[in-house]
């Protein structure tokens, strides 16, 4: 199975044995030797071969047919936490994929996600005891605006259900062209 996965991905690739060698510091022959199955890679040289091509370590050992470990690249590349992942597996397994999907290309997701943030992230770090926020222009305390907390999330949740509202809108839009087009 390892030597048959590894000339396949190889072949994929568009690369020479002697190509592979040097990305991963082996001779020729070794990875030669690997593909024909006459010899096996040691775990170093496994971990090795499978991060140049991309995939799972299980995968090429024929533990697995999915090529990468979906999560933990998923992870790794946006940086999200397991529970945000977890959330967002329960959001496509209810087959709402699409729609997220949609948003998230959509020119007015990262207006909707800088709105949150703010609200979220931002408003309470500058918000004094009275719980208002304090937005501060110049050095001079008298130029001061402060909103509060309470009326800048109302305004930031009604943008965000705006911004929310006009990507799903723009989706609906695109899928039905899509749809009428698919329908010629």
Same mark, same amino acid.
């Given at each position: 199975?390892l030597a048959?996965?590894?000339? $396949?991905?190889?072949?994929?690739?568009? &690369? *020479?044995?002697?190509?592979?060698? @040097?990305?991963?510091? /082996?001779?020729?022959?070794?990875?030669?030797?690997?593909?024909?199955?006459?010899?096996?890679?040691?775990?170093?040289?496994?971990?090795?071969?499978a991060?140049?091509?991309?995939?799972?370590?299980?995968?090429?050992?024929?533990?697995?047919?999915?090529?990468?470990?979906?999560?933990?690249d998923?992870?790794?590349?946006?940086?999200l936490?397991?529970?945000?992942?977890?959330?967002?597996?329960?959001?496509?397994?209810?087959?709402?994929? $699409?729609?997220?999907?949609?948003?998230i &290309? *959509?020119?007015?997701?990262?207006? @909707?996600?800088d709105? /949150?943030?703010?609200?979220?992230?931002?408003y309470?770090?500058?918000?004094?005891?009275?719980?208002?926020?304090?937005?501060?222009y110049?050095?001079?305390?008298?130029?001061?605006i402060t909103?509060p907390?309470k009326?800048a999330?109302?305004?930031?949740?009604?943008?965000?259900?705006?911004?929310?509202?006009?990507?799903?809108?723009?989706?609906?839009a695109?899928?039905?062209?899509?749809?009428?087009?698919?329908?010629?």
């Open positions: 199975m048959k996965r590894l000339k $396949e991905l190889r072949e994929a690739k568009g &690369v *020479s044995q002697e190509e592979v060698a @040097a990305a991963v510091g /082996l001779a020729r022959l070794s990875v030669s030797n690997y593909e024909r199955g006459t010899r096996t890679p040691d775990a170093d040289i496994l971990a090795k071969l991060k140049f091509y991309a995939i799972s370590s299980d995968y090429l050992i024929g533990q697995t047919d999915e090529r990468i470990d979906h999560e933990r998923i992870l790794e590349v946006t940086g936490s397991k529970e945000a992942f977890e959330r967002l597996c329960e959001f496509h397994r209810y087959g709402h994929s $699409e729609w997220l999907n949609k948003i &290309v *959509s020119d007015n997701f990262f207006t @909707a996600l709105t /949150l943030t703010n609200v979220y992230l931002h309470p770090r500058i918000a004094n005891e009275e719980g208002n926020i304090v937005r501060r110049s050095d001079d305390p008298k130029n001061d909103i907390i009326v999330t109302d305004v930031a949740i009604a943008n965000v259900k705006r911004d929310v509202s006009i990507a799903i809108d723009t989706a609906i695109e899928r039905l062209a899509d749809d009428a087009r698919k329908a010629r």
